[in-house]
């Protein structure tokens, strides 16, 4: 097994509202390994990126971190002090956000974001932090780097723009990098121009990537592992390929069977009915029960833990039994 | 870039034509100042003299049209009181206006960016509720009020500052200061408190944190110059009121500017005067409405480029 690049245990994200407090993260555990890719799959609501941004330390105010722990390098992310999360953030995690247009700042040059991380962590002199701003928007396939070091981000395609905002997470070579949705916001053959990008860079830096997405597809494509999330839990997670090739998670199995498929063209295509429970009345026993086709009286009771059930982490009680 | 400015000059011209023509006939409603100026037991003949000495008893086109001719030459006649050219007094009085609005004004933003900054650091913290309540107060106060309960506390009750006039050298400048800025720096730190607010809260800011960047650099680099224009909008709304709102201010004070020289000329019926202060007020507007679009232009990149575009 490769190096472990970063270690999440009962991760608890809660969010206090006017309407009250809940869970949106409850008790999420993950490890991801240098030089592979994690990949968080569930649909919008469902607690992933919120996932991300408490590993990162960049909880909206509402949001606070109640329980668990971010193992990174030895050190618990969410006990270290302040100014040591921000001496760590750059050179060991680093994140790439969803929206690249929002996501640079509309009115300082590319090269002046592209140089910040040398700046503030190595104090590097203002002229050598351009000529590695230039160096690094080379290095992720910016043509005329050296013009274009001092334009803004509107004068960049969106494509360009996530290539920027990658550079800019890759610049000290972090060991974890989150990608929170990278390709969401782009056409379909920019995506995998921008998947192919991360994994080159997955490679070159031996970084643990933490692919957020809610592609199925992509996760086919780049993802060594997959975690799927459900209502804030984790309720289903192992190699990508058994876990699609067999899925134990009815919700799993619902997901895989709404994708289109070649040989059954013109067939109708499968889909989960119903929405996930509201965030603020989740019932007892286990939050998928409401939409599960298979559901019983022991789900409706009991929540279902995520435990390792005929060699694979699911949490449902009726594993064993939709085994095949 | 100059194209831009070309443009801008020339545009302004019409507005600056109106303003001159309009002074020119709201002042000739107020009737012929003759009898304002010889003594009650006047000759027929005197007074006759009078008027068409200063041109009065022409047809009110054709003292338009000397006017104007005047206007392009930068001549705006003498004045009625004085004898001296009306020109001459309005740019002699401009300098003390202006030091006083720029003075206030660089005060004002000052004050109106830290106090916004610090209230927008920690939303609906104590700082910021008690900051919004003096700020909001003080957008709310009327400046005469203000003014005048200055002198009474400070130059009457303590004794402490001159009532009026500039001759007690820096001391004369707190009560004016004072009062004109606690407008502009109240409305300013609730603009730059917002515009600082949504800064923080969007995401490249979540991005320059996720770099190791410090509270610092958070505030000054990143969202300072993203919260700016909205900022520099009000600020130029207001300097332009602070040149407007001189003619109040400069009364109660006695503050000799161009406020004052127009409260003067007014009650004078001094036409030449009046219209040459007039003149220079709102070529002043003028000019500062150029300087606030530069600024634009040099905040914001793609300001720059729409105005590249567009030349």
């Not at chain 1, 968080?40 to 992933?48: D, M, V, W």
């Not at chain 2, 000759?43 to 068409?52: C, K």
């Given at each position: 097994m490769t190096a472990i690049?970063?270690?999440?245990?009962?991760?608890?994200?809660?969010?206090?509202?006017?309407?009250?407090?809940?869970?949106?993260?409850?008790?999420?555990?993950?490890?991801?390994?240098?030089?592979?890719?994690?990949?968080?799959?569930?649909?919008?609501?469902?607690?992933?990126?919120?996932?991300?941004?408490?590993?990162?330390?960049?909880?909206e105010p509402i949001a606070s971190v109640t329980a668990g722990s971010v193992q990174v390098d030895g050190e618990d992310l969410l006990k270290v002090s302040r100014k040591r999360r921000r001496q760590l953030a750059g050179p060991t995690l680093s994140i790439v956000f969803q929206d690249a247009l929002t996501a640079l700042n509309p009115v300082l040059k590319v090269g002046t974001q592209l140089a910040e991380p040398y700046r503030i962590h190595q104090r590097m002199p203002a002229k050598r932090a351009r000529a590695k701003a230039i160096e690094l928007m080379r290095h992720v396939g910016i043509p005329e780097p050296e013009s274009r070091v001092d334009s803004y981000p509107h004068q960049f395609s969106g494509g360009m723009r996530q290539r920027l905002l990658i550079a800019m997470a890759v610049a000290l070579s972090p060991k974890v990098l989150i990608a929170d949705e990278p390709t969401t916001a782009l056409d379909v053959t920019v995506q995998a121009q921008i998947l192919a990008l991360l994994a080159q860079l997955r490679k070159e830096h031996d970084m643990a990537v933490v692919l957020i997405t809610h592609d199925l597809a992509v996760v086919a494509e780049e993802a060594d592992t997959v975690a799927v999330m459900y209502s804030g839990r984790i309720v289903e997670t192992g190699p990508v390929d058994e876990v699609f090739e067999d899925p134990r998670h009815p919700y799993t199995r619902g997901l895989l069977d709404s994708v289109p498929v070649e040989t059954e063209r013109g067939a109708d295509l499968s889909s989960i009915p119903g929405a996930p429970p509201d965030l603020f009345a989740i019932p007892p026993g286990c939050p998928y029960q409401a939409r599960c086709p298979l559901v019983q009286d022991v789900c409706r009771a009991e929540r279902p833990a995520l435990e390792t059930r005929a060699g694979r982490?699911?949490?449902?009680?009726?594993?064993?039994?939709t085994a095949q | 870039m100059l194209t831009f400015l070309r443009r801008r000059v020339l545009t302004s011209l019409l507005p600056l034509l109106a303003v001159v023509l309009g002074v020119f006939v709201l002042a000739r409603l107020t009737g012929n100042p003759t009898a304002l100026y010889l003594p009650e037991n006047a000759?027929?003949?005197?007074?006759?003299?009078?008027?068409?000495a200063n041109g009065f008893d022409k047809p009110i086109w054709s003292q338009l049209l000397d006017y104007l001719s005047g206007v392009v030459r930068l001549d705006f006649g003498t004045s009625l009181r004085t004898g001296e050219s009306a020109a001459v007094m309005a740019l002699r009085a401009f300098p003390a206006t202006l030091q006083l609005a720029a003075v206030t004004m660089l005060l004002a933003c000052l004050v109106g960016t830290a106090v916004g900054c610090w209230a927008a650091l920690r939303p609906n913290g104590l700082a910021d509720r008690v900051s919004s309540l003096l700020s909001m107060t003080a957008a709310s106060v009327p400046d005469f009020w203000l003014a005048i309960l200055g002198i009474w506390v400070f130059a009457i009750m303590l004794g402490v500052l001159p009532t009026s006039g500039v001759d007690a050298g820096g001391l004369s400048w707190v009560l004016p200061i004072a009062v004109l800025m606690l407008r502009p720096a109240g409305v300013l730190t609730q603009v730059v408190r917002g515009a600082m607010i949504s800064a923080l809260g969007s995401p490249y800011v979540k991005v320059a944190r996720s770099k190791g960047a410090g509270e610092r650099r958070v505030v000054a680099r990143h969202a300072l110059k993203n919260a700016a224009p909205p900022a520099l909008t009000v600020a130029g709304d207001l300097a332009v009121g602070l040149i407007n709102g001189a003619v109040v201010v400069e009364s109660i004070f006695g503050w000799p500017g161009i406020g004052k020289l127009l409260i003067d000329a007014i009650l004078q019926r001094d036409f030449a005067v009046l219209q040459a202060a007039v003149a220079i007020t709102a070529i002043s507007i003028f000019v500062l409405n150029i300087a606030i679009d530069i600024g634009y232009a040099l905040l914001d990149a793609r300001v720059r480029q729409k105005v590249g575009a567009a030349a």
């Open positions: 690049g970063m270690e999440v245990s009962g991760l608890t994200v809660e969010l206090t509202t006017p309407r009250g407090t809940t869970r949106a993260v409850d008790g999420v555990s993950f490890t991801a390994h240098r030089g592979r890719t994690l990949a968080l799959l569930g649909e919008s609501g469902c607690g992933k990126s919120m996932t991300a941004q408490a590993i990162v330390g960049l909880l982490a699911v949490a449902c009680h009726l594993a064993e039994g | 000759t027929a003949q005197a007074r006759e003299q009078f008027s068409a």
